[in-house]
Nanobody, 117 residues
């Protein structure tokens, strides 16, 4: 049974930082591209950042470039999202996704990030 468990969300003031973690189990982590998505209230889910396998290439949404950093530790089956200089518009539920074309796509349950003073 595949599980993705996010943690690290919470309430933070504008300009603050958070680090999200997503621990995966039940799959061969190194086979999967790992991504963070977010969904604000009344909004569609959007890709925030992605990190590939092997070469760990990354892509970011324009809105978070220079502020967020995605990384992975295959030995710990964990993907991270370091978020800095947070803005109120970053408020959303953040979801972890594992995707491999021939193996499937899996989602975590999400963790709430609220940026407010």
């Amino acid at each position: 049974q595949v599980q993705l468990v996010e943690s690290g969300g919470g309430l933070v003031q504008p300009g603050g930082s958070l680090r999200l973690s997503c621990v995966a189990s039940g799959l061969t982590f190194s086979f999967y591209d790992m991504s963070w998505y977010r969904q604000g209230v009344g909004e569609e889910r959007e890709l925030v950042a992605q990190i590939g396998t092997t070469w760990f290439s990354t892509i970011y949404a324009d809105s978070v470039k220079g502020r967020f950093t995605i990384s992975r530790d295959d030995a710990k089956s964990t993907v991270y999202l370091r978020m800095s200089n947070l803005k109120p518009e970053d408020t959303a539920v953040y979801f972890c996704n594992a995707d491999a074309t021939w193996l499937g796509s899996y989602w975590g349950q999400g963790t709430q990030v609220t940026v407010a003073s």
